[in-house]
């Protein structure tokens, strides 16, 4: 009879994020698929566990999948976790996942810490929509193609970034999607020196040169979409026009407000127009 296989979520920096059924579920399993088990043998260790780890990773997942489906055909549960947080993630297990499925294997997931969750929860970013993309392209010649065709995606953007390719991403962001569209930075979450900060790409850019600690650790990009920096943008204008309309009227209000955004002083006095009739 099969066993099941547990897809279990660890910390992504504090341990104490440990959650009490990934400590029993992972002391209760014969054997344990972890991405590193170097560093899997750690958290194990801190938390008394013993059970055995075999290497499940990128580069040797396709190989291992019969060997670890016949255990658990065999009636061996097993557990997979990654470095940190839930595995599948921008992480490896998805090849393992699909075949105990195929198989007829019941996948039970153990919930715990997500970084690209972590960070849509922190940011101050609508989350009732959102897109993970993970990690982009490492040549920048790809990554702006990506990005293009994001660019008027109107929900949400999660991205994955390593900290060596922060700046440039975040200048190409900035290039296609305008400097001033909001962007949450979200640097090692539950760890030592955590930052999360909301901003716009242009002032990311400024913020990641004049601070090269900010191109360190485990980084995640929140992006509003394209037509939440369209409703700022509103916001900011509607603000602008109704200060100006406490002392001028409609007509030098928008064409004041016309002279200091940019905007066309037709679309200034219009909105001008609907703001002194609500």
Avoid: W
Wanted: a negative charge; one cysteine or more; hydrophobic letters at 40%.
């Amino acid at each position: 009879m099969s066993a099941q296989l547990f897809v279990v979520a660890t910390p992504i920096g504090h341990l104490d994020d440990m959650t009490f059924r990934a400590i029993d579920t992972l002391k209760s399993v014969s054997i344990i698929a972890a991405e590193d088990t170097r560093t899997s043998a750690q958290l194990l260790k801190h938390f008394n566990i013993s059970t055995p780890l075999t290497a499940c990773h990128d580069h040797n997942e396709s190989n291992k999948i019969d060997m670890l489906v016949q255990r658990l055909l065999k009636g061996e549960n097993m557990a997979l976790i990654s470095d940190a947080g839930t595995p599948l993630i921008s992480d490896p297990g998805f090849k393992l996942v699909r075949a105990a499925q195929e198989h007829g294997i019941r996948v039970i997931p153990v919930p715990g810490a997500c970084a690209a969750i972590a960070a849509l929860s922190s940011v101050g970013l609508p989350s009732d929509r959102f897109s993970f993309e993970g990690f982009l392209s490492s040549k920048a010649s790809q990554r702006l193609l990506q990005l293009e065709k994001l660019k008027d995606e109107t929900q949400t953007l999660i991205f994955y970034e390593a900290p060596h390719r922060i700046l440039e991403s975040v200048k190409n962001m900035a290039e296609v999607f305008g400097a001033d569209r909001p962007v949450g930075f979200a640097r090692e979450i539950t760890k030592t020196f955590e930052t999360i900060r909301k901003m716009t790409l242009g002032e990311l850019v400024q913020f990641i040169e004049s601070d090269h600690n900010q191109q360190k650790g485990e980084i995640v990009l929140v992006v509003g979409g394209a037509t939440q920096e369209k409703d700022m943008e509103q916001e900011k204008l509607d603000q602008l026009l109704t200060r100006l309309l406490q002392d001028l009227s409609v007509k030098a209000a928008s064409q004041l407000a016309a002279d200091l955004t940019g905007i066309k002083k037709k679309v200034a006095y219009q909105r001008a127009l609907e703001l002194t009739a609500q």
